[in-house]
């Protein structure tokens, strides 16, 4: 009997990726002054990061952790349930169901916990998590460990989930959207799937990583924006780490969810809390995200001047009026091409690949920031107009 070898599995699978052009590289950033960043000693205007609002550097939220460290140190020294819950997460907590316009919030220490928390504490076997096929990677996991059994519609496609829900009508079923799709930057018919979810008694639930703090009035997210309360949309999850600049992630809904999550959601039973200087940090930036309305109509404009410039030039605009603005580019070595070709001329810009994004949809991801300066976003135009592979003439 010969056993497989785990680790020459692994380094084969590696190569394979290195054909495909499809091999993940860590990089170490040297430096970071807002939208310059330097690595590997080049200085560079950063498109890559989801800091949307330019908070993660702001004095205030510095502050505001420094302090909160003086008072505890660092660590939260055990998890929520056991002694490291402290003044500075429950009034995040307080100030994020307030924010958003539910009853009570939960705190996680990432996105990605929140999401494996919520649908493992709401799913079981014999259930169905129904989802579009383009949802983050962590409402996939979160479904798969749930035991519930996974069902996939095409992107945005209400109507193809209605049929979903319908071949499994005795089922219990939850429905998990993004509600802006973090690598095409469109939002879904959240309107459209609250109805479906009310009509077909299925729970509806909503990832806005990406739209709280940049959607909405004063940033609530894409659920007010759609005008969609606690009733229409039961559970919330968003991210503390891209807008408001900082980490960790809650889940908002009703007392009954979330007193349910705080009893049954492992990923917050199970692990240490989030240090609560970066509650303090983040409580912080829910207050500037809220009151400075100037970040919100800086980074429509750049959008809007990003969009107009692009189409002028024959750039391949996916539709999208968020910060997210991917170019299809298709091939992936095409894609690791141009993000090379753009970082020889200053500019930070990753390709997506698969899995990542489906095949023969490798993208330039571009994420625009308040951060961000109209020179910047101009030069980043012009030197795109100048990659032939990107519509340019050459
Ligand atoms: C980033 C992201 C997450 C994960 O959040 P983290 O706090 O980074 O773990 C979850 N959902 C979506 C849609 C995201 O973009």
């Not at 205007?45 to 302090?67: C, I, K, M, V, W």
């Amino acid at each position: 009997m010969q056993r497989p070898g785990l680790l020459e599995r692994l380094a084969r699978a590696q190569a394979e990726r290195a054909q495909l052009s499809l091999l993940r590289r860590l990089r170490t950033v040297d430096s970071v002054d807002g939208s310059r960043i330097v690595i590997g000693s080049r200085p560079l205007l950063n498109f890559a990061s989801n800091d949307y609002l330019g908070l993660a550097q702001h004095p205030a939220l510095r502050e505001a952790l420094t302090r909160s460290a003086a008072r505890w140190g660092v660590g939260a020294t055990a998890s929520h349930l056991l002694g490291g819950h402290r003044d500075e997460h429950a009034a995040l907590e307080e100030k994020l169901a307030q924010w958003t316009g539910r009853e009570r919030a939960l705190l996680f220490s990432t996105g990605y916990m929140a999401n494996l928390g919520a649908l493992g504490a709401l799913l079981r076997d014999g259930d169905v998590c129904v989802q579009d096929k383009l949802n983050h990677a962590c409402l996939l996991d979160g479904a798969r460990l749930s035991g519930a059994e996974l069902k996939r519609y095409a992107h945005a496609d209400a109507g193809a989930a209605a049929r979903q829900l319908h071949n499994m009508p005795d089922a219990a079923a939850l429905l998990a959207t993004d509600a802006v799709f973090s690598m095409d930057g469109d939002i879904a018919p959240l309107r459209e799937l609250s109805a479906l979810c009310k009509k077909s008694y299925a729970t509806f639930m909503v990832d806005d990583a990406h739209g709280l703090g940049v959607l909405g009035p004063q940033g609530a997210g894409s659920l007010a924006e759609a005008g969609l309360g606690q009733d229409d949309a039961p559970v919330l999850m968003a991210t503390l780490g891209k807008a408001l600049g900082v980490a960790g992630a809650f889940i908002a809904g009703s007392k009954g969810l979330i007193d349910g999550l705080v009893q049954f959601a492992r990923t917050h039973t199970y692990t240490t809390a989030m240090p609560p200087a970066l509650a303090a940090a983040a409580s912080t930036a829910v207050d500037l995200a809220r009151s400075e309305s100037w970040r919100h109509d800086r980074l429509r404009r750049l959008i809007a001047q990003w969009r107009g410039g692009a189409a002028q030039r024959g750039l391949p605009l996916l539709e999208s009026r968020t910060p997210i603005q991917p170019l299809l580019v298709g091939a992936s070595e095409d894609a690791l091409r141009i993000s090379l070709q753009m970082e020889n001329a200053g500019f930070y810009i990753p390709a997506i690949r698969p899995p990542t994004v489906p095949a023969g949809k490798a993208r330039l991801r571009i994420a625009l920031s308040a951060a961000h300066e109209e020179a910047d976003i101009e030069a980043l135009l012009d030197e795109l107009a100048r990659v032939p592979a990107m519509g340019g003439a050459a």
